[in-house]
Nanobody, 125 residues
Framework: QVQLVESGGGSVQPGGSLRLSCEVPKDIMDSWIIGWFRQAPGKEREGVICFSESDRKTTYGDFAKGRFTVSRGDRKNTVDLNMVDLKPEDTGVYFC??????????????????WGQGAQVTVAS
């Protein structure tokens, strides 16, 4: 069973920044697509951003462009979601997920095979 573990959630004021980390098994890290999704209360899960080491391509959700980025984390075998200029509508549970494809990565939840447990992000004054 592949286990992904998110960390770094919390509360922040509008305009603030937050970084989430996803710990990924090494054999997954180098060959799979890693995606981030989020789900707000009462809403469907939506794609934030995805990235693949193999083709070095990133796909962004429309709301994520210019504010969210994905990168290798400082800790070994982690992928970070870096969020700036956060807005109240960014509030939700954020999930990292791993997929075998297709390439380039897509922000379609059903194409992802493994999921983390989620990390809460709250943006409020």
């Amino acid at each position: 069973q592949v286990q992904l573990v998110e960390s770094g959630g919390g509360s922040v004021q509008p305009g603030g920044s937050l970084r989430l980390s996803c710990e990924v098994p090494k054999d997954i890290m180098d060959s799979w697509i890693i995606g981030w999704f989020r789900q707000a209360p009462g809403k469907e899960r939506e794609g934030v951003i995805c990235f693949s080491e193999s083709d070095r391509k990133t796909t962004y959700g429309d709301f994520a462009k210019g504010r969210f980025t994905v990168s290798r984390g400082d800790r070994k075998n982690t992928v970070d979601l870096n969020m700036v200029d956060l807005k109240p509508e960014d509030t939700g549970v954020y999930f990292c997920a791993a997929s075998l494809g297709p390439y380039p990565c897509r922000l379609i939840a059903k194409t992802y095979d493994y999921w983390g447990q989620g990390a809460q992000v709250t943006v409020a004054s």
